[in-house]
């Protein structure tokens, strides 16, 4: 069966640019989550949607990222103004239920690069 | 707060012979613990999770992990490894309503 998607695998940009980051949860699935991994290190929480609604956004670095899921199930991570501490492998999970946000499938990843 | 540290960047080991990743965590209330495994260019793979009960994990590819209260530990074993299980392994605390990983052990299978 389908897993999580994210796309593209493979970002590289120029420092001020901004990209857009694209995650496709697995169908039904309620919660979606987003995490920031730098080289040699954890993933990091940033933020968390239940269906539309950004009920935690914590993590998130600065005011340049933003993330969205407007009709409850394609989420896109947006990072503005992009600096070279932005470039990690930012992973998109998502979890089936409200109640079980430890139940997570993770995607494969985009690996953003800021040159 | 929440930490989750794992002692051991990388760990080499010869292909048969049994391996044990660290994992110690830091919280003043109760957490599930959790080990995910993570393949080249691949999201996390779930291993096993602890969440209440026995002690003594099972969990997917012949790995199982200990909850330890007393030493806020929580290690990954395996008795014998194959060359398939060089990956790397991350240490996970869910509290709060989200993960807490740790920094992750590259292990490395050698023929």
């Known amino acids: 069966g389908a897993g999580v998607s994210q796309s593209p695998r493979y970002k590289v940009a120029k420092r001020g640019q901004d990209v857009a980051l694209r995650c496709d949860p697995i169908s039904g699935h309620v919660s979606l989550f987003w995490y920031q991994q730098a080289l040699g290190q954890g993933p990091e929480f940033l933020t968390y949607?239940?269906?539309?609604?950004?009920?935690?956004k914590s993590g998130l670095p600065s005011d340049r990222f933003f993330a969205e899921r407007p009709e409850g199930s394609v989420s896109t991570l947006k990072i503005q103004r992009t600096q070279q501490e932005d470039s990690a492998v930012y992973l998109c999970?998502?979890?089936?239920?409200?109640?079980?946000?430890?139940?997570?499938?993770f995607g494969p990843g985009t690996r953003l690069t800021v040159l | 707060a929440q930490s989750v540290t794992q002692l051991d960047s990388q760990v080499p080991v010869f292909e048969e012979a049994p391996v044990e990743l660290r994992c110690n965590y830091s919280?003043?209330?109760?957490?599930?613990l959790f080990w995910y495994v993570q393949y080249p260019n691949q999201g996390l793979q779930l291993l096993l999770k602890y969440l209440s009960g026995s002690t003594l994990v099972k969990g997917i590819n012949g790995f199982e992990a200990e909850f330890n209260k007393s030493q806020t530990s929580f290690h990954l074993r395996k008795p014998s490894v194959h060359i398939s299980d060089t990956a790397e392994y991350f240490c996970a605390v869910f509290n709060f309503n989200k993960f807490y990983f740790g920094s992750g052990t590259k292990l490395n299978v050698k023929p």
């Open positions: 919280s003043s209330v109760s957490v599930y």
């Open positions: 999970a998502s979890s089936p239920a409200p109640g079980r946000r430890d139940e997570q499938f």
């Open positions: 949607f239940q269906n539309e609604a950004q009920l935690d």
